[in-house]
C-alpha cells in the first residue's frame, strides 16, 4: 500500500491527502490530552470511539441540513472528509455552567444557564486559546458580520441537535465546542461544521447520577475514559450494548 502524504497533525487526529482532490482521510487518534497538552496519556480505543461517534453526530447533522466537512465512514478510525478553510476559532456554546465559566464568573458548576451562552475562542495554543469578543473577531479580519451570523446560527442549531438526542438517551448537554471552515463553490462560500463532534468536544453528564462520560473523566481523574466514551456509544446505538470496549486496529501506511 502507497505511503499517505500528511497534511496536518494535531493533538488527536492527523489529516492525510485524500483520494480525491478537495478531501482528506481524517484519522484519529489514541492520545489524550488536557491544560492545553500539560497533562497526556494514550488510551487504547479512544480514536475509534470517538470517529464512530463523530460520524454518528454528522451524518445526524447533514440529515437535518445542517452542513458539515463530513462525507463518509472509511474504516474504524478514518472519515473522507471535505477540505475546508478552517476559521480560526472555536465556537462554544454553554447550556449549564461547568469549567472556565464556572472559574471566571463564580457561577456554581451545574448551574442551569437562564439560555444558552456562545462564546468564541481564538485557536493558538501558545496563548491557551483566549476568549475573544465579536469586536476581537472583526478587527482582526478573523471573520465577517455574516460569518458570525452564520456561525452563531449553526452553533444554535447544532445545540438543538445534539440536546434532544442526548436528553433522549438520559444524558445532559451541558457545553460543546464546535469548529467551522469556508467551502468555496464558485464566486461563493457557505460555512460548515468541521473537526469533529465527540465527548472529547462536549460535556456530557448522566441526567440521573451527574456522571461525568465526557473529557472531565481524564482531566479530573475521575476513572476510566475509554468506558465513559463506551457508555455514551452504547446509549447512542453506536456500539452493541454487550460491548465493554473496542478494538484498536493498526494504522496502514
Known amino acids: 500500500m502507497a505511503r ?10 492527523i489529516l492525510y491527502e485524500g483520494p480525491e482532490p478537495g ?19 494514550v488510551i487504547d480505543g479512544k480514536g475509534v470511539l470517538n470517529n464512530r461517534l463523530s460520524e454518528y453526530f454528522m451524518v445526524g447533522l447533514n440529515t437535518i441540513g445542517v452542513p458539515t466537512h463530513f462525507i463518509r465512514r472509511v474504516n474504524m478510525r478514518e472519515q473522507l472528509v471535505r477540505v475546508v478553510d478552517m476559521i480560526p476559532l472555536e465556537v462554544v456554546v454553554r447550556n449549564i455552567a ?19 451562552i456562545i462564546e468564541f475562542y481564538y ?20 471573520a465577517t458580520h455574516q460569518d458570525l451570523d452564520d456561525m452563531v446560527g449553526l452553533a444554535a442549531r447544532v445545540n438543538d441537535f445534539l440536546s434532544g438526542v442526548m436528553t433522549g438517551v438520559g444524558i445532559k448537554l451541558v457545553d460543546f465546542k464546535i469548529e467551522i471552515g469556508r467551502i468555496y463553490e464558485g464566486d461563493f462560500q457557505r460555512l460548515v461544521v468541521a473537526d469533529e463532534i465527540s465527548p472529547d ?7 440521573k447520577t451527574g456522571q461525568k462520560l465526557d473529557k ?32 484498536k486496529p493498526k494504522l496502514m501506511n
Open 98 to 116: 461547568a469549567g472556565s465559566i464556572s472559574k471566571r464568573l463564580g457561577i456554581e458548576e451545574g448551574t442551569q444557564l437562564p439560555r444558552p
Open 216 to 247: 472531565d473523566v481524564f482531566r479530573r481523574d475521575l476513572g476510566n475514559l475509554s468506558e465513559a466514551y463506551t457508555e455514551v456509544a452504547r446509549r447512542l446505538g453506536v456500539m452493541p450494548g454487550n460491548s465493554t470496549t473496542m478494538p
Open 123 to 142: 485557536k493558538d495554543d501558545a496563548l491557551g486559546d483566549p476568549l475573544v469578543s465579536e469586536d476581537h473577531i472583526l478587527a482582526f479580519g478573523w
Open 4 to 13: 499517505r502524504t500528511k497534511v496536518y497533525e494535531g493533538k488527536a487526529k
Open 23 to 41: 478531501t482528506y482521510i481524517q484519522y484519529f487518534k489514541d492520545d489524550a490530552t488536557a491544560f492545553n497538552a500539560e497533562k497526556r496519556d
Open 201 to 207: 468536544s462536549c460535556r456530557l453528564w448522566d441526567a
